[in-house]
């Protein structure tokens, strides 16, 4: 039994709905985020917000899974300062739905001002509506310097407490700055960039699984639905007891997500 705690499912085939049940998923956690093209209007994130609240829920539920989402503006459209505030303007009319656990994706994508402008606007939106935090970090060589700008960012913001937060994507050069600073740290599991399951399980023993927990983040790019049970059975080759693995894939998705009472589990 695991959770998905990030993927991208308005991208997905209702095919990878079963799977992810098939492999003992029970729950998935959907980021608002980049469709793979820059939307024109706010009218289409209405849309979209629709979508992620209303309709994947019931697409889910065929399957018995739960579905759980989040709100934002993602950073790669985040330059457009107009659209962003327009689209940032919506989110109240949808944060009170019963399966939105917060704000996120929020965060950098090529860590210029404006993106850092509207981040800071995003966290501002959490505080003000007391809501958990998930953000995501740039691409390759521009993540250490993202990352950096992130946490030192969050410090404006002394009302965001860094348990309620969970920095997303972190790689090798980064997860230290992260658990460090005291918040919890999501590692992505990609077939051609971000993490290897070796090396998520790497991150993993460093660290000891603290306040860690990993994802697919599924969506219409090269990704696998089932990237988290595949890393499970390699931690099993590893030597991790059941006990360890369900704690990373299942116990530490629930008790970061259980800070809002609006995560519940049949």
Known sequence: ??????????????????????????????????????????????????????????????????HF?????????AEDLKLADDVMALIPEFINKPNVLGIG???LNKNS??????????????????QL???????????????????????NHPKIKPERVIIDH?????????LDAGFWAGMTLYPESKCSPHRAIDMLEHRRAERIWMNSA??????????VPKTMLE???????AEMIQRVTFGNPVAFMSQTPKFKLD
């Open 1 to 66: 039994m695991y959770i998905e705690p990030h993927g991208h499912m308005v991208s997905r085939t209702t095919d990878d709905y079963e799977k992810l049940a098939l492999a003992g998923c029970v729950a998935i956690c959907e980021p608002a985020f980049w469709a793979g093209f820059d939307r024109s209007s706010a009218d289409g994130f209405y849309d979209y917000f629709r979508q992620i609240t209303e309709y994947e829920p019931k697409r889910a539920a065929r399957f018995g899974l739960k």
């Open 133 to 155: 935090v998930l953000i995501h970090t740039p691409h390759l060589e521009d993540k250490l310097k993202g990352t950096r700008l992130i946490i030192d960012a969050l410090k």
């Open 105 to 107: 994706e929020i965060g």
């Open 170 to 178: 972190v790689e090798e050069h980064t997860i230290d700055l992260v």
């Open 69 to 77: 989402s989040w709100l934002c503006i993602n950073p790669k459209e």
């Open 218 to 227: 599924c969506d219409w790019g090269v990704s696998d639905p089932l990237a």
């Open 113 to 130: 001002r404006n993106e850092l402008t509207i981040f800071e606007k995003h966290v501002q939106l959490a505080e003000n509506f007391d």
């Open 235 to 241: 931690m099993k080759k590893r030597g991790w007891s």
